[in-house]
């Protein structure tokens, strides 16, 4: 029909056409009292008139015919109110449309206020949220940042049921479309999965924030969050019905909670649930064997009403968000959707690093160093290892000049990795704003002490048999704890082979199980220098003379010579433990481990290591093939010298530094066709700082860049020759 103009028509003429429309319609009468009443239209007595009414029709009724009996003014602001209150009176919307009321001046001039109980908790729980989402506590749960200067959508990915892919997600609003993606038209539930870091939690708060700020569905006048480990907190005697679950554990209406419930019930499609992190309720809960529950004033176990909401036996017809980690999976029957969140492509590392280094010349300058390492570049995928290694750098440029070069300030791997490791530790620490961790790093890993060794062991072991993927016997034989798996280290992967019935597990990123591994060669007091110093036995010295001089005397240093550099290329994860064994027994690192190995123990490691390290240098160096040409004593050195300046340049030590330029025996260092980056560059920029002799550098057919020139340009006094 033609919309009308108001002005045409009596308001009080619609009023009488329209009348039991009206009366089923109009679900609240008090909102209209209020507003009757405030503007002098209505009296006292007028109101007591309309409540003595027994039925709410019957109310409705009574106050149509005392509007209509006060005249047209009356009945045009009463049109008004229901039109200005769209959340309290959404059932008249598409009425108001067809009539096309268009209020006069002096109506639009009385003030309407919203004393509806179910718009008012809707204000409430917006306010609640947004206060609630504003901020997000970051690095180990020390920092408080603004969401909006943290968050950046990540690379997420419809899937299957059997995870193969269905396309794209572009966008926060296509993942509650009731339309994209969906698997099982009677699902409920939009299941979200990923690795640890990768930003579920965020993804969630992010939806929160946009919800409070009436930036996301229109049509969602509930928001109910939940952290799923809060499951874990009732006994198995605990009761509740679902009202008390949402209410008392969410936000509480100030008024009339009955009725807000009952619109809950009524329009079950303007609620979103949000459950985070199923992976960290009780390893033996299946969500398929839980007792069935239709009704939502009967008090059951709060498993019990999680569950039944997730399968839409409770509130049918809402949306319901729920995550956990890669590895966890939810009964079909339960599905709506599927969504893989896969953490950050190089370009969204770009554009997260212009949003935390606004300077243009800083961003370059970052984003070189980190593409000139790819270890680093490689752990940006991952939305909290990016945020953590950014920080390290935004720390280290605001410590140190920025216009310094030489890189005994810098941050290394170890130290990427510690900060990791402890944020993981912190899992478990209270997360609110009221509750916030301030435990030191030295106290994290104080406490974290047995959980560490016990997955050092399980990454140590695996390490020695060449293994990344762990069955349940096997994470149990090196004491892994139930509460370890919960901490992020440890992911689930389908079970190898035909049995379906466990996990196994693996590390999130095989750097990850090295660090773990060098830690606990470290910490464990029985480890001696020989067991050690085991994984450096790609470092092979020609010949045999050269293993009778190293110290201390490793079988596994044999002859073999050029020959086993292919061999080596294989066994990068070996080399990363290396790495971390340089770093973590740096002196930088002893006032962190004094606390966590004796000092006598932690000083006979660090003195095999060095020496270690300066004879192998020495004696790989002397041993390889000389060519006398143009006035220079030339050598060509392998990839293996390539990681040995990066395990010295991990110590950060000016001895060993010095130890090691001593080892270089040559004018000419040609380093040709050694898959060196231009992070590696900086190692070498380290050892060369050190070296108080002329040489010549070649480094060509590498992977470098103006970064990598740039790393070596203090060292360029030292260089007669550079490629």
Not at 61 to 67: G, H, I
Not at 119 to 135: A, I, N
Not at 346 to 374: C, G, I, V
Not at 667 to 689: E, G, I, P
């Amino acid at each position: 029909m033609e919309a009308i103009p108001a002005r045409s028509r009596s308001h009080i003429k619609w009023l009488k056409i329209y009348r039991e429309h009206l009366v089923t319609q109009i679900r609240n009468t008090q909102c209209l009292l209020d507003n009757l009443l405030k503007n002098d239209y209505f009296s006292a007595e007028d109101a007591e008139i309309v409540c003595a009414c027994a039925t709410q029709p019957d109310k409705v009724r009574k106050v149509l015919d005392l509007v209509q009996s006060k005249g047209e003014e009356v009945s045009e602001f009463f049109i008004y109110v229901l039109q200005q209150l769209e959340d309290a009176y959404v059932d008249l919307k598409p009425w108001l449309l067809e009539i096309g009321f268009a209020p006069s001046q002096l109506i639009q001039s009385k003030t309407v206020v919203n004393t509806d109980p179910v718009s008012r908790y809707t204000q409430k729980l917006r306010q609640q949220l947004g206060r609630d989402s504003k901020f997000v506590l970051c690095y180990a749960q020390k920092e408080e940042l603004l969401l909006e200067e943290m968050y950046m959508d990540t690379m997420a990915e419809l899937v299957g049921f059997s995870n193969e892919s269905l396309g794209s997600l572009d966008s926060l609003g296509l993942l509650l479309d009731r339309s994209a993606g969906v698997l099982n038209e009677q699902g409920e539930t939009i299941f979200v999965f990923g690795d640890a870091g990768v930003g579920k939690s965020m993804l969630l708060q992010r939806l929160q924030s946009l919800w409070a700020a009436s930036q996301l569905d229109a049509g969602l006048r509930f928001f109910f969050h939940f952290r799923c480990r809060m499951f874990r907190c009732f006994k198995d005697s605990d009761v509740l019905c679902l009202q008390d679950l949402l209410f008392k554990h969410n936000c509480y209406p100030e008024q009339d909670p009955d009725e807000v419930f009952a619109f809950l019930l009524r329009f079950p499609h303007t609620a979103l649930f949000t459950f985070d992190g199923l992976d960290e309720l009780h390893s033996d809960f299946d969500l398929s064997s839980v007792p069935d529950t239709c009704s939502p004033w009967a008090p059951v176990h709060p498993l019990v009403l999680l569950a039944n909401l997730l399968s839409g036996r409770l509130i049918k017809g809402a949306c319901k968000v729920l995550t956990a980690r890669t590895g966890i999976e939810i009964p079909r029957q339960l599905l709506r959707k599927k969504v893989h969140l896969r953490g950050f492509s190089p370009s969204h590392l770009r554009a997260y690093t212009r949003k935390m280094f606004p300077d243009r010349a800083l961003q370059k300058r970052l984003l070189d160093q980190l593409e000139a390492n790819p270890n680093l570049f490689s752990l940006c995928a991952v939305p909290l290892f990016c945020w953590i290694i950014l920080r390290c750098f935004q720390h280290f440029h605001s410590t140190f000049d920025s216009s310094l070069q030489l890189p005994d300030c810098s941050v290394t791997l170890t130290d990427i990795f510690l900060l990791v490791t402890e944020v993981h530790l912190n899992r478990t620490q209270p997360t609110s704003l009221v509750q916030r961790n301030t435990r030191s790093q030295t106290e994290t890993f104080r406490a974290g002490q047995a959980t560490l060794h016990s997955l050092g062991r399980a990454a140590h072991w695996g390490m020695e048999k060449n293994l990344f993927v762990f069955s349940q016997e096997e994470v149990r034989a090196s004491e892994v704890q139930e509460k370890d798996l919960q901490l992020g280290f440890l992911r689930a992967v389908p079970e190898l082979g035909l049995k379906q019935e466990q996990p196994s597990y693996e590390f999130f990123h095989i750097t990850l199980q090295a660090f773990l591994a060098a830690f606990f060669l470290v910490v464990d007091s029985k480890v001696g220098t020989r067991e050690l110093l085991r994984f450096f036995q790609e470092w092979v010295p020609l010949g045999e003379a050269a293993v009778a001089s190293c110290y201390p005397p490793l079988q596994c240093l044999g002859a073999g010579g050029l020959a086993r550099e292919d061999l080596f290329k294989k066994k990068d994860h070996f080399q990363f433990t290396n790495l971390f064994l340089c770093g973590l027994l740096s002196k930088a690192k002893r006032k962190l481990l004094q606390h966590l190995v004796p000092a006598a123990i932690l000083r006979r490691k660090r003195k095999a290591l060095w020496a270690h390290l300066f004879v192998s240098l020495r004696s790989y160096l002397r041993n390889l093939p000389r060519v006398r040409s143009g006035g220079f004593n030339q050598v060509q050195a392998m990839p293996t010298f390539i990681w040995m300046a990066r395990c010295i340049y991990e110590t950060q030590s000016e001895k060993v530094g010095q130890l090691a330029a001593r080892s270089i025996c040559a004018n000419y260092l040609k380093l040709t066709y050694c898959n060196a980056y231009s992070a590696d560059c900086s190692a070498l920029s380290f050892l060369l700082h050190h070296f108080r002799k002329q040489l010549a550098l070649d480094l060509d057919n590498n992977n470098l860049n103006d970064y990598g020139v740039r790393e070596l340009q203090p060292c360029f006094s030292r260089l007669t020759v550079i490629r």
